[in-house]
């Protein structure tokens, strides 16, 4: 029986899937300069519990979102976007950056021999998805506020 932490009650509690496929959306490296090993670390983690749920019997589907643009260089909303800074950086556009970092996240991904996800998404190429499923766990109540 997996049981595993629930920030939003502070407890550990037996897992119980939504349906009968286990869905799991990471968010994923900003994609703006070259990974290091510790942008590997929360990836993992995912892929232990993917690979625990799988070995339960659970079908999953995994989503690794790449964040290509928009993401600030402070963690509130102040600060120059990190790709536009690694774009001027490097003389080349935000687009270029976006895939050279990508390839070699995803290269260096594989070579950690992590169970590759279903789907790797960029960021901006979901944003009508993204707000739309936030909207739909806000409605069902699948979300929590931090006072930040």
Same mark, same amino acid.
């Given at each position: 029986?997996?049981? #595993?932490?629930?920030? *939003?009650?502070?407890?550990?509690?037996? +897992?119980?899937?939504?349906? @009968?496929? &286990?869905?799991?959306?990471?968010?994923g490296p900003t994609v703006y300069?070259?990974?290091?090993?510790? $942008?590997? *670390? *929360?990836?993992? +983690?995912? @892929? =232990? =519990?993917?690979r625990v749920l799988k070995a339960d019997g659970y079908k999953v589907k995994r989503v690794l979102n790449l964040t @290509?643009?928009?993401? #600030? &260089?402070? @963690?509130?909303?102040e600060g120059e976007d990190k790709l536009e800074k690694g774009a001027a950086r490097e003389g080349k556009s935000v687009w270029e950056v976006a895939d050279y970092y990508s390839n070699i996240y995803l290269e260096n991904y594989r070579k950690l021999e992590l169970l590759p996800a279903d789907v790797v998404a960029r960021?901006? $190429?979901y944003i009508a998805e993204d707000i739309e499923a936030v909207d739909l766990m806000t409605k069902n109540c699948y979300h929590y506020e931090t006072e930040d």
């Open positions: 029986m997996l049981k #595993l932490y629930n920030t *939003a009650t502070h407890k550990v509690e037996v +897992f119980k899937p939504l349906g @009968d496929v &286990v869905k799991i959306y990471t968010c300069n070259t990974p290091h090993i510790g $942008n590997y *670390a *929360a990836y993992t +983690f995912w @892929d =232990l =519990l993917v @290509d643009v928009g993401h #600030l &260089v402070s @963690d509130g909303d960021a901006t $190429n």
